[in-house]
């Protein structure tokens, strides 16, 4: 009798699981779910980490993780003339001011994708119309324009006035400040990519720009280096990394507070 008992205790789970198993039989007939079931583990990662920097406590300031290219002292620092000479342009008040004639500045480092603030003022004294007011630019890589144009009440052709990608887009609205007052550009580059031809963009250039904290261009795609006259898509070539430049469109546009973070 023992004997039986143990043997029955032996096979009760087995009994069990098909008692189970026939109670089911709609369950046992379905197909094995592929894939698996998803957890919410599954799209959580922990790495790469991603990098701490620290914010500037006001915004517009550098991060810590930002090249500083003007900071209101010396303009040689990171700057120089188009031929690898000092600039003729004047540091003054902590400002870094145009001077007629005297030709843009790049900086001395190259950059391929980038995150760039620059802070400019228009002269406070109006003078001239149109393109002749308060001009002046920033190149991206030496060969896009982001346009600096006294645009307060100064009209001109749309893909010309301030925040247009010069000659290509109009910004999307004019938010603009009075002249003699400091406006910021935050710009957001992503270079060109280059196939096997060297005329053709694999990926053109990206651009968005935010004036005054004002989206004007949203993730634009550029269809060529800046021309004053001429189609911009005849004239790509690859290049590689470039720098900043500011031009001189003979205005005394001044600069400051300019710093940059490579992407
Ligand atoms: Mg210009």
Known sequence: ???LLIIVFMFLPFFA???????RPAQQSEPQQYPARMTPQMTEFFTPEVKVIQPADVVGMPPSDAIILFDGTDVNKEWEDLKGNPTKWIVKDGELVCVKGSGPIQTKRKFTDFQLHV???TPAEVSGEGQGRGN?????????????????NNPTYV???AGSIYKQYAPLVNASRKPGEWQSYDIIYTAPRFGNDSTKYFTPPRVTVLHNGVLIQNNVSLRGPTLYIGIPEYSVRKHGPGPIQL?????????????????
């Open 119 to 121: 802070e400019w003022k």
């Open 159 to 161: 893909q010309g006035q």
């Open 247 to 263: 031009q001189d469109h003979g205005n005394p546009v001044a600069y400051r507070n300019i710093w940059i973070r490579e992407l």
């Open 1 to 3: 009798m023992k004997r």
């Open 17 to 23: 699981i098909l008692a189970q198993e026939r109670q």
């Open 136 to 152: 002046s630019g920033v190149y991206l890589q030496g060969l896009y324009e982001v346009q600096v144009l006294d645009s307060y």
